[in-house]
């Protein structure tokens, strides 16, 4: 028998590719504001919460801006985002999860999403895999956001199992290290160098290999 019960899923870039959308409506508010923003200051925002990437992209321009300007420039941000998502489908779910998920349910583990984003939900009704999870974590369900263990810890609390019971799949360092201060067991989807604090990477969800770690 398996030591893990549980699996928790990261949203953007293991189950489906936001980080295009997110791109696409950072782009729009920095062209606005006369930031400048690309794709590599967009790999940086990787799994970090909206306000913190915000924070991030204006210290990449060297610029700060009052709490009230945050907020409302973060808000306008995530209009544009709502707006990009309302075109997501079940066609947008990255290689093999679908089966992943499927595999998983039919052989009795428990399944959580573990998303940094307060839009996971529309994102998974989306996908149309809302009932494939026993439970939803999101950017509503703690206060500290990814590096920090709380959401996926809640996620184990929720689910009624221990952190050792739980394997936690990430494409972000800030998740991977989430994964590894909550003490569960971590694999992490892209580069093995950047990921080098995760237990097992694959280079792409297509190369994920559960039998080979679930035993
Ligand atoms: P929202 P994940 C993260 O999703 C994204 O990777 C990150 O780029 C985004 O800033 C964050 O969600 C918050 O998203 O603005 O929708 O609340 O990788 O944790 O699923
Ligand atoms: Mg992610």
Redo the contacts with the bound molecule.
């Keep these: 028998m398996s030591k893990f019960k549980a699996f928790i899923f990261?949203?953007?870039?293991?189950i489906t590719d936001?980080?295009e959308f997110?791109y696409l409506a950072w782009k729009q508010l920095t062209e606005e504001e006369g930031m400048s923003f690309n794709r590599e200051v967009n790999e940086d925002?990787?799994?970090?919460?909206?306000i913190e990437?915000l924070k991030r992209i204006l210290q990449h321009n060297e610029r700060s801006v009052s709490d009230e300007k945050l907020h409302s420039w973060a808000e306008r941000k995530?209009n544009y985002?709502v707006d990009f998502i309302k075109k997501i489908t079940p066609e947008y779910m990255l290689p093999k999860m679908l089966s992943i998920l499927k595999n998983l349910k039919g052989n009795g583990f428990k399944t959580a999403l573990?998303?940094?984003?307060?839009?996971?939900r529309a994102v998974l009704n989306g996908l149309k895999i809302t009932d494939y999870f026993d439970i939803i974590g999101d950017?509503n369900s703690v206060k500290n956001s990814?590096p920090a263990p709380d959401l996926f810890l809640f996620c184990a609390e929720q689910l009624n199992v221990t952190p050792a019971e739980c394997l936690v799949v990430e494409?972000?360092e800030a998740?991977i290290e989430a994964a590894k201060s909550a003490a569960m067991t971590a694999v992490g989807i892209g580069d093995a160098n950047k990921l080098n604090e995760a237990d097992y990477v694959f280079a792409s969800t297509s190369d994920i290999n559960l039998s080979l770690i679930i035993g």
Aim: no cysteine.
């Design positions: 990261d949203l953007d870039g293991v936001t980080a997110h925002l990787k799994g970090v919460s909206r990437s995530n985002y573990g998303s940094a984003s307060k839009n996971a950017g990814k494409d972000a998740g």
